[in-house]
């Protein structure tokens, strides 16, 4: 582990702050698909010494009683509880960064004067938050030797292609054309193997579910999962331990994994508030309709914010514990953009400055003593251009 300092200077923008970030672990000299708590079953020369007692085969749902314990029944879904978070963030800590907080005041984006607490999600290994989805994934379920599979946007994909890199899990990742070329290079640099095709992120499901009934691979959903939810949950902990008095979070929505996991962790404590594109309003369609719907996709962050409906696991966490959604344009999001880079050096990609984009235009406007937090999820972004 490396100490880091971050100082975000600029402008007066924040405080200087000081984070522990957890560099990656070494990867563990074993095919970690083939890990069992048998260790006959340990592939040849492993090193027992560090192998990770508590790392169990199967679902972390599953195999965990002490999680089942806490899991909650509301109209027969069964919902995320807080020990299920702790458990995962107990399990994922070798292997993420905590990321930091940057403290500002609306002021320095032009808004009245109160506080604004920045979750710097970009910092995360693989560029945004979903690394945590993935590790999760991979450290609780059991794998097939063949491997697995991931159809993202492309955020998703990096991220499962770095987690299986750094556990030694092979793994083939399917994106749509609309991925940006950075997404698609960091997938290429993590060693997956990647299917370019299709005009979204639909398309990509669909051709990664026909591989995996010809192969045999293991899915690793980018939302309607629930290892995925309980990993991006991680996030809301750590925010809880690292800003004192919050009142609000914005949180980006696309296919629903942030948001869910969040508001599974505040279970209504806090207000979580949704920040979707106008273009791609897939949770605002699902509480209009009573259920996950098909919605039109596209915009500006098409590539991270537009699958074509919520996840069905991700709506009732949603109806009962997110206190509003909103909706923001294009040129909204581009202005965050730019806004978060000038003001703070923040270089967020277009769906990483989503829920800023609600504050910023006023779509969202808090209380005169609402002290607001703001996920910023990613930052695979091409060189800076603002």
Not at 70 to 82: F, N, P
Not at 121 to 149: C, D, M, W, Y
Request: charged share 20%.
């Amino acid at each position: 582990m490396r100490r880091f300092f971050l100082y975000f200077l600029s402008q007066g923008a924040g405080h200087l702050l000081s984070e522990e970030i957890y560099s990656s672990a070494r990867p563990y000299p074993w095919r970690s698909y083939r890990l069992k708590h048998d260790a006959s079953r340990l592939s040849p020369g492993a090193d027992l010494s560090q192998c990770p007692a508590h790392l169990p085969s199967k679902g972390i749902l599953e195999t965990q009683p002490a999680m089942r314990d806490r899991i909650e029944k509301q109209g027969g879904v069964a919902m995320i509880g807080t020990g299920d978070i702790q458990a995962a963030e107990r399990l994922i800590r070798p292997h993420i960064r905590r990321t930091p907080v940057l403290a500002c005041n609306g002021v320095d984006f032009g808004l009245a004067s109160q506080p604004i607490t920045l979750k710097l999600e970009l910092l995360q290994h693989a560029g945004s938050f979903k690394a945590r989805g993935a590790f999760t994934n991979l450290l609780t379920r059991e794998i097939p030797t063949v491997g697995v599979v991931a159809a993202s946007g492309g955020n998703h994909g990096a991220a499962v292609a770095y987690a299986a890199m750094r556990l030694g899990i092979p793994a083939r990742i399917f994106v749509p054309a609309i991925s940006s070329p950075a997404k698609i290079q960091r997938i290429r640099d993590f060693g997956a193997e990647l299917v370019v095709g299709g005009e979204g992120y639909s398309d990509a499901l669909a051709a990664s579910e026909a591989w995996i009934a010809n192969s045999g691979a293991l899915a690793i959903h980018a939302f309607d999962q629930r290892e995925t939810l309980v990993g991006q949950g991680t996030i809301a902990l750590e925010m809880e331990e690292q800003v004192a008095g919050l009142n609000t979070l914005l949180v980006a929505v696309g296919g629903g994994g942030l948001i869910g996991g969040i508001a599974s962790w505040y279970h209504g404590r806090i207000k979580v508030v949704g920040v979707e594109p106008e273009s791609s309003p897939t949770l605002t369609r699902a509480l209009a309709a009573g259920r996950p719907v098909d919605t039109e996709t596209g915009g500006i962050a098409a590539d991270s914010l537009a699958p074509r409906r919520v996840g069905d696991l991700v709506f009732p966490i949603a109806r009962d514990h997110v206190a509003d959604v909103v909706l923001v344009g294009d040129d909204a999001i581009a202005d965050a953009q730019r806004r978060l880079w000038k003001v703070a050096r923040v270089a967020a990609e277009p769906g990483g400055a989503t829920a800023l984009a609600a504050l910023l235009s006023g779509r969202y406007r808090p209380a005169p003593d609402e002290n607001v937090g703001v996920i910023i999820s990613g930052g695979n972004t091409t060189a800076v251009s603002f």
